[in-house]
Protein backbone atom coordinates (compact mmCIF):
# COMPACT_ATOMS: atom_id res chain seq x y z
CA UNK A 1 0.00 0.00 0.00
CA UNK A 2 3.07 2.58 0.80
CA UNK A 3 4.32 2.59 -2.78
CA UNK A 4 1.04 2.90 -3.92
CA UNK A 5 0.66 5.80 -2.40
CA UNK A 6 3.33 7.34 -3.34
CA UNK A 7 3.21 6.16 -7.04
CA UNK A 8 -0.21 7.73 -7.24
CA UNK A 9 1.21 10.99 -6.17
CA UNK A 10 -0.52 10.95 -2.69
CA UNK A 11 1.63 13.27 -1.01
CA UNK A 12 1.13 15.64 -3.19
CA UNK A 13 -2.61 15.59 -2.22
CA UNK A 14 -2.06 15.81 0.80
CA UNK A 15 0.25 18.52 0.79
CA UNK A 16 -2.11 20.79 -1.27
CA UNK A 17 -4.64 20.42 1.50
CA UNK A 18 -2.15 20.91 4.19
CA UNK A 19 -1.29 24.75 5.68
CA UNK A 20 2.16 23.36 6.55
CA UNK A 21 4.69 20.99 4.98
CA UNK A 22 4.13 17.62 3.77
CA UNK A 23 7.85 15.56 3.39
CA UNK A 24 8.67 12.00 1.02
CA UNK A 25 11.67 10.55 1.07
CA UNK A 26 12.80 11.82 -1.59
CA UNK A 27 12.43 15.54 -0.11
CA UNK A 28 15.20 17.96 1.27
CA UNK A 29 14.70 17.63 5.01
CA UNK A 30 13.44 13.93 5.26
CA UNK A 31 16.49 12.74 7.16
CA UNK A 32 16.16 15.68 9.31
CA UNK A 33 12.82 15.51 9.85
CA UNK A 34 12.10 11.46 10.49
CA UNK A 35 15.36 11.51 13.15
CA UNK A 36 14.50 10.97 16.69
CA UNK A 37 16.32 11.30 19.76
CA UNK A 38 17.00 7.85 20.51
CA UNK A 39 20.00 7.09 18.11
CA UNK A 40 18.72 3.48 18.42
CA UNK A 41 16.01 4.28 16.22
CA UNK A 42 16.08 4.29 12.08
CA UNK A 43 13.00 4.36 10.72
CA UNK A 44 11.27 5.61 7.37
CA UNK A 45 8.01 6.65 7.11
CA UNK A 46 6.37 7.40 3.68
CA UNK A 47 4.96 10.71 4.84
CA UNK A 48 5.48 13.26 7.42
CA UNK A 49 2.64 15.60 7.82
CA UNK A 50 4.20 18.49 9.77
CA UNK A 51 0.77 20.33 10.89
CA UNK A 52 0.51 23.46 11.32
CA UNK A 53 -3.39 23.82 13.07
CA UNK A 54 -5.74 21.29 14.03
CA UNK A 55 -7.19 21.00 10.83
CA UNK A 56 -4.02 20.06 8.96
CA UNK A 57 -4.17 17.48 11.48
CA UNK A 58 -7.68 16.41 10.88
CA UNK A 59 -6.63 15.99 7.08
CA UNK A 60 -4.01 14.12 7.67
CA UNK A 61 -5.41 11.54 10.02
CA UNK A 62 -8.15 11.22 6.93
CA UNK A 63 -5.45 10.53 4.69
CA UNK A 64 -3.47 8.37 6.51
CA UNK A 65 -6.80 6.07 6.83
CA UNK A 66 -8.43 6.27 3.79
CA UNK A 67 -4.94 5.33 2.39
CA UNK A 68 -4.50 2.09 4.60
CA UNK A 69 -1.37 3.81 5.92
CA UNK A 70 -0.07 3.43 8.93
CA UNK A 71 -0.41 6.48 11.79
CA UNK A 72 1.96 7.62 14.22
CA UNK A 73 2.14 11.16 15.99
CA UNK A 74 4.95 12.94 16.81
CA UNK A 75 4.70 15.64 19.92
CA UNK A 76 7.73 17.79 20.72
CA UNK A 77 9.90 15.93 22.62
CA UNK A 78 11.83 12.59 22.92
CA UNK A 79 9.58 9.60 21.61
CA UNK A 80 12.40 7.55 22.67
CA UNK A 81 11.04 4.33 21.95
CA UNK A 82 11.15 5.69 18.28
CA UNK A 83 6.77 5.07 18.33
CA UNK A 84 6.66 8.58 16.51
CA UNK A 85 8.13 7.05 13.28
CA UNK A 86 6.25 4.96 11.95
CA UNK A 87 8.08 2.52 9.65
CA UNK A 88 6.75 3.06 5.75
CA UNK A 89 3.35 5.05 7.40
CA UNK A 90 2.39 8.31 8.10
CA UNK A 91 3.63 10.66 10.62
CA UNK A 92 1.59 14.13 12.17
CA UNK A 93 4.56 15.60 13.35
CA UNK A 94 2.91 18.19 15.66
CA UNK A 95 6.07 19.93 16.43
CA UNK A 96 5.30 23.51 14.58
CA UNK A 97 1.91 23.42 16.59
CA UNK A 98 3.98 24.73 19.74
CA UNK A 99 2.77 28.07 20.84
CA UNK A 100 1.70 29.31 24.16
CA UNK A 101 -0.95 31.37 25.51
CA UNK A 102 -0.31 32.20 29.63
CA UNK A 103 -3.44 33.92 30.97
CA UNK A 104 -1.44 35.33 34.10
CA UNK A 105 -4.68 36.32 35.67
CA UNK A 106 -6.62 33.02 35.19
CA UNK A 107 -3.40 31.22 36.37
CA UNK A 108 -3.52 28.99 33.05
CA UNK A 109 -1.63 28.39 30.56
CA UNK A 110 -3.26 27.02 26.57
CA UNK A 111 -0.26 24.80 25.47
CA UNK A 112 0.40 23.21 21.73
CA UNK A 113 0.60 19.86 21.34
CA UNK A 114 4.18 19.96 19.82
CA UNK A 115 5.47 22.35 23.00
CA UNK A 116 8.49 21.39 24.59
CA UNK A 117 9.24 22.16 28.48
CA UNK A 118 11.69 25.15 27.59
CA UNK A 119 8.38 26.64 25.37
CA UNK A 120 6.20 26.19 28.31
CA UNK A 121 8.40 27.20 31.33
CA UNK A 122 10.08 30.30 29.39
CA UNK A 123 6.62 31.77 28.91
CA UNK A 124 5.34 31.36 32.30
CA UNK A 125 8.53 32.43 33.84
CA UNK A 126 7.87 36.25 33.67
CA UNK A 127 5.08 36.15 35.19
CA UNK A 128 6.18 33.81 38.57
CA UNK A 129 4.42 30.91 37.42
CA UNK A 130 4.97 27.14 36.52
CA UNK A 131 3.35 23.98 36.68
CA UNK A 132 5.15 20.19 37.02
CA UNK A 133 6.95 19.35 33.83
CA UNK A 134 9.04 17.16 33.54
CA UNK A 135 12.62 16.72 34.42
CA UNK A 136 14.79 18.58 31.33
CA UNK A 137 13.60 21.22 29.28
CA UNK A 138 13.63 19.32 26.17
CA UNK A 139 10.31 16.87 26.96
CA UNK A 140 7.41 17.24 25.14
CA UNK A 141 4.71 18.73 26.78
CA UNK A 142 2.10 15.94 25.25
CA UNK A 143 3.57 12.33 25.85
CA UNK A 144 4.85 13.71 29.45
CA UNK A 145 1.09 14.56 30.02
CA UNK A 146 -0.45 11.73 28.69
CA UNK A 147 1.44 9.41 30.54
CA UNK A 148 0.70 10.92 33.60
CA UNK A 149 3.68 13.74 33.84
CA UNK A 150 6.65 13.21 36.69
CA UNK A 151 8.65 16.15 37.32
CA UNK A 152 11.10 18.07 39.63
CA UNK A 153 7.65 20.34 41.39
CA UNK A 154 5.50 17.22 41.63
CA UNK A 155 5.86 17.20 45.66
CA UNK A 156 4.09 20.35 45.94
CA UNK A 157 1.79 20.77 42.59
CA UNK A 158 0.94 17.09 41.91
CA UNK A 159 1.47 15.28 38.75
CA UNK A 160 1.12 17.42 35.15
CA UNK A 161 -2.14 15.57 34.57
CA UNK A 162 -2.89 16.16 38.14
CA UNK A 163 -2.84 20.17 36.79
CA UNK A 164 -4.44 19.25 33.16
CA UNK A 165 -7.67 21.44 32.71
CA UNK A 166 -8.67 20.61 29.28
CA UNK A 167 -7.70 19.24 25.95
CA UNK A 168 -8.36 19.51 22.49
CA UNK A 169 -8.18 16.61 20.52
CA UNK A 170 -8.64 15.19 16.90
CA UNK A 171 -10.05 11.57 16.66
CA UNK A 172 -9.27 8.89 14.67
CA UNK A 173 -12.62 9.72 12.43
CA UNK A 174 -10.79 13.30 12.58
CA UNK A 175 -13.40 14.73 14.36
CA UNK A 176 -12.71 17.53 16.79
CA UNK A 177 -13.07 17.70 20.18
CA UNK A 178 -12.39 19.10 23.45
CA UNK A 179 -12.47 17.19 26.67
CA UNK A 180 -12.72 18.17 30.06
CA UNK A 181 -14.31 17.88 33.56
CA UNK A 182 -18.05 18.30 31.87
CA UNK A 183 -17.45 17.58 28.03
CA UNK A 184 -16.48 14.16 27.30
CA UNK A 185 -15.49 13.18 30.83
CA UNK A 186 -14.35 9.63 30.67
CA UNK A 187 -12.17 10.65 27.73
CA UNK A 188 -10.81 13.67 29.80
CA UNK A 189 -10.35 10.37 33.01
CA UNK A 190 -8.73 8.51 30.07
CA UNK A 191 -6.11 11.47 29.16
CA UNK A 192 -4.73 11.36 33.13
CA UNK A 193 -2.16 8.09 32.06
CA UNK A 194 -3.69 6.02 29.34
CA UNK A 195 -1.31 7.49 27.12
CA UNK A 196 -2.32 8.49 23.12
CA UNK A 197 -4.79 5.97 22.64
CA UNK A 198 -7.52 8.24 22.23
CA UNK A 199 -6.57 10.76 19.60
CA UNK A 200 -4.02 13.56 18.52
CA UNK A 201 -4.27 15.93 21.49
CA UNK A 202 -3.65 19.33 19.33
CA UNK A 203 -3.62 21.43 22.55
CA UNK A 204 -3.36 21.55 26.34
CA UNK A 205 -4.85 24.01 28.87
CA UNK A 206 -2.73 23.82 32.40
CA UNK A 207 -3.32 25.33 35.68
CA UNK A 208 -0.41 27.45 36.92
CA UNK A 209 1.33 27.61 41.06
CA UNK A 210 2.80 31.03 41.75
CA UNK A 211 6.64 30.12 41.80
CA UNK A 212 8.18 33.24 42.04
CA UNK A 213 11.60 31.79 43.05
CA UNK A 214 13.48 28.22 43.10
CA UNK A 215 16.68 27.10 45.03
CA UNK A 216 18.63 23.73 44.40
CA UNK A 217 21.86 22.88 46.21
CA UNK A 218 23.85 20.34 43.37
CA UNK A 219 26.59 18.04 45.49
CA UNK A 220 29.22 15.05 44.36
CA UNK A 221 30.77 12.84 45.59
CA UNK A 222 33.22 10.19 44.43
CA UNK A 223 31.35 7.02 43.80
CA UNK A 224 32.56 4.84 46.88
CA UNK A 225 30.78 7.45 49.05
CA UNK A 226 27.97 6.31 47.41
CA UNK A 227 26.01 3.75 50.49
CA UNK A 228 26.78 6.21 52.91
CA UNK A 229 24.70 9.38 51.35
CA UNK A 230 22.08 6.89 49.89
CA UNK A 231 20.89 6.43 53.35
CA UNK A 232 21.51 9.29 54.57
CA UNK A 233 19.48 11.18 51.46
CA UNK A 234 16.52 8.50 52.25
CA UNK A 235 16.43 9.37 55.69
CA UNK A 236 16.55 12.97 55.16
CA UNK A 237 13.54 12.89 52.32
CA UNK A 238 11.02 10.53 54.46
CA UNK A 239 11.07 13.86 56.65
CA UNK A 240 11.20 16.57 54.13
CA UNK A 241 8.52 19.01 53.54
CA UNK A 242 7.07 18.85 50.25
CA UNK A 243 8.86 22.56 49.06
CA UNK A 244 11.60 19.56 48.68
CA UNK A 245 11.96 17.70 45.43
CA UNK A 246 14.77 16.31 43.72
CA UNK A 247 17.01 13.28 42.96
CA UNK A 248 20.04 10.96 43.83
CA UNK A 249 22.14 9.85 40.64
CA UNK A 250 24.93 7.90 39.48
CA UNK A 251 26.68 9.95 36.93
CA UNK A 252 29.69 10.82 35.05
CA UNK A 253 31.06 14.02 36.52
CA UNK A 254 31.06 16.31 34.09
CA UNK A 255 33.74 18.71 32.97
CA UNK A 256 32.45 21.50 34.77
CA UNK A 257 33.97 24.39 36.14
CA UNK A 258 32.29 23.61 39.82
CA UNK A 259 33.75 19.48 39.94
CA UNK A 260 37.41 18.90 40.77
CA UNK A 261 39.35 17.81 38.06
CA UNK A 262 40.21 14.42 39.81
CA UNK A 263 36.94 14.21 39.67
CA UNK A 264 35.88 15.09 35.89
CA UNK A 265 34.86 11.49 34.00
CA UNK A 266 34.63 9.24 36.68
CA UNK A 267 31.48 7.69 38.01
CA UNK A 268 30.26 10.28 41.03
CA UNK A 269 27.37 10.00 43.15
CA UNK A 270 25.46 13.28 42.96
CA UNK A 271 22.41 14.72 44.77
CA UNK A 272 20.02 17.27 43.52
CA UNK A 273 17.62 18.94 46.18
CA UNK A 274 15.16 21.70 45.12
CA UNK A 275 13.20 23.74 46.69
CA UNK A 276 10.18 25.93 45.52
CA UNK A 277 10.68 28.69 47.67
CA UNK A 278 13.74 30.96 47.84
CA UNK A 279 17.42 30.50 48.83
CA UNK A 280 16.87 32.00 52.26
CA UNK A 281 13.62 29.72 53.28
CA UNK A 282 16.14 26.57 51.33
CA UNK A 283 19.53 27.00 52.85
CA UNK A 284 18.41 25.54 56.52
CA UNK A 285 16.09 22.85 55.17
CA UNK A 286 19.16 21.91 52.84
CA UNK A 287 21.81 21.79 55.91
CA UNK A 288 21.37 18.00 57.15
CA UNK A 289 22.81 16.85 53.89
CA UNK A 290 25.46 19.81 53.22
CA UNK A 291 28.11 18.04 56.34
CA UNK A 292 28.44 15.03 54.18
CA UNK A 293 32.15 16.11 52.92
CA UNK A 294 31.18 16.47 49.04
CA UNK A 295 33.66 17.09 47.11
CA UNK A 296 31.40 19.86 44.57
CA UNK A 297 28.62 22.07 45.07
CA UNK A 298 26.38 24.52 43.48
CA UNK A 299 24.03 25.87 46.20
CA UNK A 300 22.14 28.81 44.37
CA UNK A 301 18.03 30.37 44.09
CA UNK A 302 17.94 30.06 39.95
CA UNK A 303 14.68 30.60 37.66
CA UNK A 304 13.09 27.60 37.63
CA UNK A 305 12.81 27.31 33.37
CA UNK A 306 16.93 27.27 34.05
CA UNK A 307 16.82 24.32 36.55
CA UNK A 308 14.89 22.45 34.09
CA UNK A 309 18.00 22.94 31.39
CA UNK A 310 20.43 21.60 33.88
CA UNK A 311 19.98 17.91 33.36
CA UNK A 312 18.67 18.12 29.58
CA UNK A 313 19.49 14.63 27.70
CA UNK A 314 21.70 15.08 24.62
CA UNK A 315 19.85 13.80 21.62
CA UNK A 316 21.40 11.46 19.05
CA UNK A 317 23.01 8.94 21.67
CA UNK A 318 21.80 5.34 21.68
CA UNK A 319 18.91 4.77 24.40
CA UNK A 320 17.62 2.28 26.85
CA UNK A 321 15.45 3.28 30.01
CA UNK A 322 13.11 1.42 32.45
CA UNK A 323 11.80 1.77 36.20
CA UNK A 324 10.87 0.14 39.24
CA UNK A 325 8.60 1.79 41.90
CA UNK A 326 9.31 0.97 45.31
CA UNK A 327 7.12 0.34 48.48
CA UNK A 328 10.14 1.10 50.58
CA UNK A 329 13.87 1.63 50.48
CA UNK A 330 15.41 -0.10 53.12
CA UNK A 331 18.94 -0.96 53.46
CA UNK A 332 19.57 -4.05 51.52
CA UNK A 333 17.28 -2.21 48.29
CA UNK A 334 19.68 0.45 49.07
CA UNK A 335 22.89 -1.78 48.76
CA UNK A 336 21.44 -3.36 45.43
CA UNK A 337 21.00 0.16 44.08
CA UNK A 338 24.45 1.20 44.78
CA UNK A 339 26.09 -1.86 43.58
CA UNK A 340 24.78 -1.90 40.08
CA UNK A 341 25.97 1.74 39.97
CA UNK A 342 29.53 0.05 38.60
CA UNK A 343 27.72 -1.46 35.47
CA UNK A 344 26.57 1.65 33.86
CA UNK A 345 28.52 1.99 30.38
CA UNK A 346 30.97 4.60 31.47
CA UNK A 347 31.93 7.36 30.91
CA UNK A 348 28.77 8.41 29.15
CA UNK A 349 25.90 10.26 29.99
CA UNK A 350 23.90 7.54 31.61
CA UNK A 351 22.09 8.02 35.35
CA UNK A 352 21.39 6.08 37.89
CA UNK A 353 18.62 7.16 39.56
CA UNK A 354 16.58 7.57 42.25
CA UNK A 355 13.55 9.76 42.82
CA UNK A 356 11.72 10.40 45.71
CA UNK A 357 7.46 10.64 45.38
CA UNK A 358 5.07 11.04 47.93
CA UNK A 359 3.82 14.59 48.90
CA UNK A 360 1.25 16.23 46.69
CA UNK A 361 1.65 12.69 44.26
CA UNK A 362 0.28 10.19 46.94
CA UNK A 363 -2.38 12.86 48.09
CA UNK A 364 -3.93 13.79 44.34
CA UNK A 365 -6.76 11.42 42.85
CA UNK A 366 -6.57 7.77 42.87
CA UNK A 367 -8.69 6.94 40.37
CA UNK A 368 -6.71 8.29 37.60
CA UNK A 369 -4.93 5.86 35.73
CA UNK A 370 -1.83 6.57 37.27
CA UNK A 371 -1.27 3.47 39.84
CA UNK A 372 1.88 3.76 40.91
CA UNK A 373 1.30 7.89 42.54
CA UNK A 374 1.39 5.76 45.97
CA UNK A 375 5.02 4.82 45.57
CA UNK A 376 7.31 6.82 47.61
CA UNK A 377 10.27 6.08 45.78
CA UNK A 378 11.43 5.08 42.24
CA UNK A 379 14.61 3.99 40.93
CA UNK A 380 15.34 5.03 36.87
CA UNK A 381 17.85 2.99 35.08
CA UNK A 382 18.42 6.14 32.57
CA UNK A 383 21.32 4.80 29.55
CA UNK A 384 22.60 6.74 27.00
CA UNK A 385 25.85 5.18 24.85
CA UNK A 386 27.15 5.95 21.54
CA UNK A 387 28.90 2.88 20.69
CA UNK A 388 26.30 -0.26 19.13
CA UNK A 389 28.46 -2.47 20.71
CA UNK A 390 27.50 -1.40 24.17
CA UNK A 391 23.80 -1.85 23.82
CA UNK A 392 23.37 -5.34 25.50
CA UNK A 393 25.21 -4.18 28.37
CA UNK A 394 23.13 -1.03 28.77
CA UNK A 395 20.08 -3.02 28.09
CA UNK A 396 21.35 -5.47 30.81
CA UNK A 397 22.22 -3.32 33.36
CA UNK A 398 18.70 -1.48 32.96
CA UNK A 399 16.95 -4.98 33.34
CA UNK A 400 19.25 -6.23 36.21
CA UNK A 401 18.25 -3.02 38.39
CA UNK A 402 14.97 -3.87 37.93
CA UNK A 403 15.18 -7.22 38.75
CA UNK A 404 16.87 -6.14 42.11
CA UNK A 405 14.70 -3.71 43.20
CA UNK A 406 11.52 -5.80 42.08
CA UNK A 407 11.26 -7.52 45.66
CA UNK A 408 9.80 -3.80 47.03
CA UNK A 409 7.88 -2.79 44.18
CA UNK A 410 4.55 -1.46 44.01
CA UNK A 411 3.52 -3.78 40.59
CA UNK A 412 2.87 -0.14 39.25
CA UNK A 413 5.22 1.53 36.77
CA UNK A 414 5.14 5.07 34.84
CA UNK A 415 4.93 3.59 31.15
CA UNK A 416 6.83 6.81 30.30
CA UNK A 417 9.91 5.74 31.45
CA UNK A 418 9.95 2.20 29.83
CA UNK A 419 10.02 0.91 26.35
CA UNK A 420 8.31 -2.41 24.79
CA UNK A 421 8.72 -4.55 28.28
CA UNK A 422 5.39 -6.97 27.47
CA UNK A 423 2.14 -7.01 28.21
CA UNK A 424 2.41 -7.50 31.83
CA UNK A 425 4.40 -4.60 32.16
CA UNK A 426 1.78 -2.60 30.17
CA UNK A 427 -0.90 -3.37 32.33
CA UNK A 428 1.11 -2.32 35.53
CA UNK A 429 1.58 1.34 33.97
CA UNK A 430 -2.04 1.26 33.17
CA UNK A 431 -3.73 -0.68 36.70
CA UNK A 432 -5.72 -3.64 36.46
CA UNK A 433 -8.99 -1.77 38.06
CA UNK A 434 -8.14 0.72 35.20
CA UNK A 435 -7.94 -1.57 32.16
CA UNK A 436 -11.48 -2.64 31.42
CA UNK A 437 -12.71 1.41 31.64
CA UNK A 438 -9.68 2.43 29.23
CA UNK A 439 -10.30 -0.19 26.58
CA UNK A 440 -14.37 1.23 27.13
CA UNK A 441 -13.21 4.74 26.57
CA UNK A 442 -10.85 3.51 23.53
CA UNK A 443 -13.62 1.90 22.13
CA UNK A 444 -15.76 4.85 21.51
CA UNK A 445 -13.17 6.87 20.54
CA UNK A 446 -11.22 4.76 18.33
CA UNK A 447 -12.77 1.74 17.60
CA UNK A 448 -10.33 0.46 14.78
CA UNK A 449 -7.45 0.85 17.38
CA UNK A 450 -5.89 3.48 14.53
CA UNK A 451 -4.08 4.71 17.42
CA UNK A 452 -2.00 1.54 18.26
CA UNK A 453 1.56 2.61 18.00
CA UNK A 454 2.29 3.10 21.92
CA UNK A 455 1.81 1.50 24.95
CA UNK A 456 -1.39 0.11 23.69
CA UNK A 457 -4.89 0.09 24.84
CA UNK A 458 -7.22 -3.05 22.75
CA UNK A 459 -10.44 -1.41 22.58
CA UNK A 460 -13.55 -3.42 23.58
Not at 49 to 73: K, T, Y
Not at 156 to 166: A, H
Not at 222 to 250: H, I, K, M, N, S
Request: proline content about 7%.
Amino acid sequence: MTSDVLDSGGPAALRSGLLGDVIGPGDSGYDEARAVFNGMVDRRPAVIAQCADPRDVASAVAFARSHGLELSVRGGGHGVTGAAVAEGGLVVDLRRMNSIQVDPQAGTARVGGGATMADLDRATQPYGLATTGGRASTTGVGGLTLGGGSGWLERRFGLMCDNLLSADLVTADSRRVRADEQQHPELFWALHGGGGNFGVVTSFTFGLHPLPAFAIALLLWPAEAGPEVVRRYRDYLDDAPDEVGGALLYLTAPPEPFVPPDLVGRLAVGVLLTYTGGLGQAQPVFEPLLGLDHRAEVIAELPYADVQCMLDDPPGYRNYWSAEYLAGFPDQAADLFCARARDMVTPSPSQHVLFPLGGAVAAGRDDFPVPWRSAPWAVHPFGLWEDPADDARGRAWARAVCTDLRPWSVGAVYLNFIGDEGEERRRAGLGERNARRLAAVKGEYDPDNTFHLNHNIVPA
